[in-house]
């Protein structure tokens, strides 16, 4: 039972080391490829909330002038 704790604790620990010492590089690969992807997304979120905006502010003035006649 010991040799068997002591077989998955060295297998452990050899994959957390391996996983530690490439993590940076594919988390920079990561970041790198997805820089542009990021500010289109955010471009594209700005222009939709900002058409949502219109369009509530739109039913809304539609609404307060049925009201009113």
Known sequence: MLKHKATA????ASAFI??????????DAV???????KADLASVGGIAVG???IGIAF???IRLIKRAV
Do not use: K, P, Q, Y
């Open 9 to 12: 604790l060295a297998v452990m």
């Open 18 to 27: 391996a996983t530690n010492a490439s993590a940076g590089a594919v988390a």
């Open 31 to 37: 970041t790198a490829a997805t820089g542009d992807f």
């Open 51 to 53: 058409l949502g905006l």
């Open 59 to 61: 039913i809304a003035g």
